[in-house]
T-cell receptor, first 116, second 112 residues
């Protein structure tokens, strides 16, 4: 079974631009979560989608948004990029959302975003 | 809010020794505790997890223990090997908020 995939793997953008990242979950997984990983802040939760609905949201500004499609693929968008948005963006999928005994989360390889 | 503290931040051991990483969580409603291993430049990999109705779980050389009263859980790696060198993250899932909160990571170095 194929793992979680993310595209693109690397991205360089300039301040003020916007970016869209894509995540394809493991087949059969309907929950997708996004995380920002930086050396200083570790793994920070952005949001979670299940059945095309945002179930949960972390403490990030409204410039960070996402969506999920009917095939469970998810995208996240960052508008008006800032230097501090440079990070590794990881998505993770699970068969179902948390608080169930089926919950196990598997990560994709990440998209490394550099903002100059 | 929810918080997970992880110690130590770095750990160096000799090959063959044991390594222990400890995490403490703040949300008493947490009920699922996974551990991830992240090698340099790679994705975090789920290596073991434990749910709140179990006190200990083992998988070959790794084990996780959970003390719900004290709100802490630990990862134990026995007979360490150089390929165990990586950053290890603990996490706790709150039943109330459904958020998976990660610890800050432990960089484990195993010297041959």
């Amino acid at each position: 079974k194929a793992g979680v995939t993310q595209t693109p793997r690397y991205l360089i953008k300039t301040r003020g631009q916007q970016v869209t990242l894509s995540c394809s979950p493991i087949s059969g997984h309907r929950s997708v979560s996004w995380y920002q990983q930086t050396p200083g802040q570790g793994l920070q939760f952005l949001f979670e989608y299940f059945s095309e609905t945002q179930r949960n949201k972390g403490n990030f500004p409204g410039r960070f948004s996402g969506r999920q499609f009917s095939n469970s693929r998810s995208e996240m968008n960052v508008s008006t990029l800032e230097l501090g948005d440079s990070a590794l963006y990881l998505c993770a999928s699970s068969r179902s959302p948390g608080a169930t005994n089926l919950y196990e989360q598997y990560f994709g390889p990440g998209t490394r975003l550099t903002v100059t | 809010g929810e918080n997970v503290e992880q110690h130590p931040s770095t750990l160096s051991v000799q090959e063959g020794d044991s390594a222990v990483i400890k995490c403490t969580y703040s949300d008493s409603a947490s009920n699922y505790f996974p551990w991830y291993k992240q090698e340099l430049g790679k994705r975090p990999q789920l290596i073991i997890d434990i749910r709140s109705n179990v006190g200990e779980k083992k998988d070959q050389r790794i084990a996780v223990t959970l003390n719900k009263t004290a709100k802490h859980f630990s990862l134990h790696i026995t007979e360490t090997q150089p390929e165990d060198s990586a950053v290890y993250f603990c996490a706790a899932l709150s039943y109330n908020t459904d958020k998976l909160i990660f610890g800050t990571g432990t960089r484990l170095q195993v010297f041959p």
